[in-house]
């Protein structure tokens, strides 16, 4: 059974501090690994990374994959209040192309306080 | 707005009761998947559906059934509920072909058993 786990499960910084969010998992066919962002209700996509040591950047987010030691990491610098959510990471693991098989962590949550 | 939709809502129901959860795609996709967020859990995948036909099954119970109908939208149902079975249901779809596993959440419909 594909597995996800997030550390740390909740984390509380001050604006402006620097974070770094943990993903491991076990999955049998492994196709890529997704983070979401989730704030009042619906997750939003983030980024998905398919290749190791590839940083995938957005703004002041940013995420790496190692897939011979099977984690992630998702940076967040400069954090500002509206960083304030559940991350969630997710594998898919689907064996076909086209099945989006995604296997959810249980989310960090961050509490940016002003 | 992701551009899927869900109702209701909100439901409050009382235990042994049946309700059916709705869930409508973004336009142009086909496949839609029921996700179940309890309290503390991380999304729990239930059942995935491509252009009418049950893709993929995750850990759904045999009280909970689900369809897709010709026009594409989803319904889940669930029946002789439970205390346990109060949480929030995700609703997502996506594009279907392109193996990239974003998926677009709808904004849950929140199931309160009493």
């Known amino acids: 059974e594909d597995k996800v786990v997030q550390s740390p499960l909740s984390l509380v910084v001050h604006e402006g501090d620097t974070v770094t969010l943990n993903c491991s998992y076990e999955v049998t066919n492994f196709r890529s690994l997704l983070w979401y962002k989730q704030e009042k209700k619906a997750p939003t996509f983030l980024f998905m990374l398919t290749s190791s040591g590839i940083e995938k950047k957005s703004g002041r987010l940013s995420s790496i994959l190692d897939k011979k030691e099977l984690f992630s990491i998702l940076n967040i610098t400069a954090t500002q209040t509206g960083d304030s959510a559940i991350y969630l990471c997710a594998v898919d693991g689907g064996a076909n192309f086209g099945n989006e098989k995604l296997t959810f962590g249980t989310g960090t949550r961050l509490t940016i306080i002003p | 707005d992701s551009g899927v939709t869900q109702t209701p809502k909100h439901l409050i129901t009382a235990t042994g009761q049946r309700v059916t959860l709705r869930c409508s795609p973004r336009s142009g996709d086909l496949s839609v998947y029921w996700y179940q967020q309890s309290l503390d859990q991380g999304l729990q995948f239930l059942i995935q559906y491509y252009n009418g036909e049950e893709r993929a099954k995750g850990n759904i119970l045999e009280r909970f059934s689900a369809q897709q109908f010709p026009d594409l939208h989803s319904e889940l149902n669930l029946s002789s509920l439970e205390l346990g079975d109060s949480a929030l249901y995700f609703c997502?779809?996506?594009?279907?072909?392109?193996?990239?596993?974003?998926?677009?959440f709808g904004e849950g419909s929140r199931l309160t058993v009493l």
């Open positions: 997502a779809s996506s594009v279907e072909g392109t193996g990239t596993g974003e998926l677009f």
